[in-house]
């Protein structure tokens, strides 16, 4: 399977990490002795196992339930705690305050311009109120949606706790969204009220968001006002009797607000997803079931407690950044928001951010590590990075040599990289790794407890050995409640492959030592002379020479073979493309993956189309190649990324 699959094993949990994980922790208290031993009963009884992790993680229902899954409507629509009544802002706010913890910070914020902001559960537990009261003042109630425009900042967690402490439901949209991106998702969900800014700081420059929302809503009659934080105090167009400030809406109104107790079930988030074709699928995430997943994955995987400050390189806009505030707050942690970007003012940004906050959990892409790699490793080590336990990476495959040099500059060959990947309508992980698990570069340990994982051949039966379809085949809380308004669109999407069997999209590879590896998106999937395989494994390939800093491959119709490779290459500074640096990237893929693989073309581009969750956008760049539309493209992040493919075609 190419390089992707190497034998080491690059760490192993020492007596440290085997004592204080929670994990660990969680499996004495039950008496289960393996992981494996864990993974087996947690998908075996559902029942048992969610219960515990509820009652293992403190959270707080406002009523018990009394049955924890209800599967009589088929595995695509589970029930789940029936009977219990919960808030999820109770538990990742008031729940904390009550334990004594209100002193303590929840949230340290700090902007692309250096500006640094500090909350406290008390504080953060005033804002929230108050944002609450201002929305029930404008006749947002239970069930109503609204729209969170905004850039990674403390007004996003207290926008979307507001909106869920009243029963509502938040749609978070993309800080560097254009205005009919924001208009499709604020038009499908018929939010009532927008939140969003003046504007924001990116690399030094202003990021105008008033303008971008006033053009959005223009298209959207369900808005009936806008609330507008102020971020920069910029100048900007103002519509009296809709738009409000957010410091004015909030003045004089209670700083209390009781929390709305609802079924476990209730809505509490629609975030779109971008579909391969056509319009962004809206995927409908609970109160419970997001609140409990995402509490258990990163209390259990990345190991955040009450002592931790948790930073992940995120936007509100991809469901990390909804998840980085709830994972922290439900564990009393720490949550760390940056609005910049890694490499501004400087390329140490990150490193002097986790020196700076002390931050102990940092998670980041793939892609985020490929471009700090070219500047170099001394940046990392300018900072003193002791405060750090756990490095965390999702967003996509890894290749080997970026891996490495994550490990061992910024975690000195001692830190764990927890390696996690799922999805939007997961609410979080389908695959991980453990602190307490040995780890081998760019794999997962496996399937994440309650998960019910498995690796599928063409003909629906489990494969070892072989590229297979990542798919699940039992529910679990968090599970998205189908698309919004379109339940049919999400039974397709899903469950419409083999019965009773959740079709991920994911290239999964178990090797024989039991590790997985994703491969890819699924519809990414090359097919050459009859050999499947995942683009990453081939982009890995050309990512080892030392003039390549990216690639993106991707596959088109070829009359011998089905399907040819055709790969972009971005070069490092200071590389020239040259028709002999093209015949030796073509020759090495060749030798490494085979001759039957040699590419058709190796093509340099200045760029590669990605999202704002730096996923590099194949689809697009096969159809820009074949001279095809190329879809929705509202997630991308840089709209160059396409003219560059078309220039390098």
Known sequence: MGETHTSEIVWRPTKEYM???????????????????????????PAWYWDAVSKDLGLRWLRPYTRVLDPSRGIAWPRWFEGGLLNFTDNCVDRHIDAGRGAKPAIIWEGDDGQSRTLTYAELAREVARLANALERLGVGEGDRVGVFLPMSPE??????????????????????????????????????????????RRGQVTTMKETADEAVAACPSIKHVIVYRRLGREIPWTPGRDLWWHEAVADVPAECLARPVPADHACLIIYTSGTTGRPKGAVLTQGGFLLKCAHDFSYLMDVGEGDRLFWITDLGWLMGPMLITAALAAGATAVLFEGVPDYPKPDRLWSIVERHKVTIMGLSPTAVRALMPHGPEHVHAHDLGSLRILGSTGEPWNPEPYRWLFENAGKARLPIINYTGGTEISGGILGCFPIAPIKPCSFAGPIPGMAADCFGEDGTPVRGQVGELVVTAPWPGMTQGFWKDPRRYEETYWSRWKDVWVHGDWA?????????????????????????????????????????????????????????????????????????????????????????????????????????????????????????????????NPAGVRAITEAV
């Open 19 to 45: 004592d204080r994980a929670r994990i660990a922790r969680f499996m004495r208290a039950h008496g289960v002795a393996t992981l494996a031993e864990l993974q087996r009963r947690s998908v075996d009884d």
């Open 509 to 637: 590879f178990v090797d024989g030592d039991g590790f997985w590896f994703i491969q890819g998106r699924s519809d990414d999937t090359l097919k050459i002379a009859g050999k499947r395989l995942g683009p990453a494994e081939v982009e890995s390939v050309l990512v080892g020479h030392p003039a390549v800093a990216e690639a993106g491959v991707v596959g088109v119709p070829h009359q011998v073979k089905g399907e040819a490779i055709v790969c972009f290459v971005v070069l490092r500074p200071g590389q020239t493309p040259s028709e002999p640096l093209r015949a030796e990237l073509a020759q090495r893929v060749a030798r490494q993956m085979g001759k039957a693989l040699k590419p058709e073309r190796v093509l340099f581009t200045r760029d590669l189309p990605k999202t704002r969750s730096a996923k590099i956008m194949r689809r697009v760049i096969r159809a820009t190649y074949l001279g095809k539309e190329p879809g929705d493209l509202s997630s991308l992040e």
């Open 156 to 201: 996003a967690a207290i926008a979307t706790l507001a909106v869920v402490r009243i029963g509502a439901i938040y749609t978070p949209c993309f800080s560097g969204y254009g205005a009919v991106a924001v208009a499709s998702r604020l038009q499908d969900c018929e939010a009532k009220v927008l939140v969003t800014a003046d504007g924001f700081s």
